[in-house]
C-alpha cells in the first residue's frame, strides 16, 4: 500500500466521519427544533389560557362597575322621585287646615299652652300662644314649661310616613 493509498484511505475515512458527524448533528439540530417547537407551542397555550382568564376577569369587573353605577343611578332617581313626592306631600298639605286637626291630636296627648308654626299656617291657630317659625308647615305643640313637645311639622309626619310606608312608595312610583 503507497502514501497515496493510505491518503486516500484516511481522506476516506475522513469524510465518512464528517458525513456521520453531520447526520448526528441534524438529527439533533431537528430534535432540538422539535423540541424548542414544541416548548413555543405550549408556551403560547399558557399565554393563550393566561390571557383568555385575565381577560374573562377584566370583562366580569367592568361589567360589576357598569352593573353598580347603573344602580347607583337608578337609586339616585328613585330617590329624587320620593323626594319630589313628599315635596308635592307637603305642598298640598300646606293648601288645607291640616294644622288645625294636628292641634286637636296635639291636645288629646298634652295640655298645649304653644304652638310653632310657620306664619302661613299660624292664621288657623285660635286660643292657643303662637310663635312662628320657618318650617314646611304643620306645627310643633308644646306645655307651658316646655318640657314636652310633640312635633307634627310636615316633615317630620311625612318622614315617618316615608319611613314606615317606603316599600310601598316605591311600588307604587315604580
Known amino acids: 500500500m503507497g502514501l497515496e ?34 416548548h413555543i407551542k405550549a408556551e403560547k397555550e399558557k399565554a393563550k389560557i393566561h390571557f383568555k382568564k385575565e381577560a374573562d376577569r377584566l370583562t366580569r369587573i367592568k ?23 313628599v315635596e308635592k306631600a307637603k305642598h298640598q298639605l300646606r293648601a288645607t287646615d291640616y294644622p288645625v286637626k294636628l292641634l286637636q291630636k296635639a291636645q288629646a296627648e298634652l295640655d298645649v299652652a304653644r304652638v310653632y308654626c310657620n306664619p302661613h299656617d299660624a292664621k288657623h291657630i285660635k286660643g292657643i300662644e303662637v310663635v312662628t317659625r320657618d ?11 316646655g318640657t314636652v313637645s310633640v312635633d307634627y311639622s310636615y316633615t317630620t309626619l311625612l318622614d315617618v ?14
Not at 71 to 80: G, N, T
Not at 161 to 174: D, H, Q, R, S, T
Open 135 to 145: 318650617l314646611d308647615g304643620g306645627i310643633i305643640a308644646e306645655n307651658k314649661d
Open 161 to 174: 310616613l316615608k319611613g314606615k310606608y317606603l316599600a310601598e312608595i316605591a311600588e307604587v312610583l315604580f
Open 5 to 38: 493509498e493510505v491518503k486516500k484511505d484516511i481522506i476516506e475515512k475522513a469524510v465518512k466521519e464528517v458525513m456521520r458527524i453531520n447526520s448526528e448533528t441534524e438529527k439533533q439540530v431537528q430534535t432540538i427544533g422539535k423540541a424548542a417547537a414544541d
Open 63 to 85: 361589567t360589576a362597575e357598569a352593573t353598580s353605577t347603573t344602580e347607583q343611578i337608578l337609586l339616585a332617581a328613585k330617590q329624587k322621585l320620593i323626594h319630589e313626592a
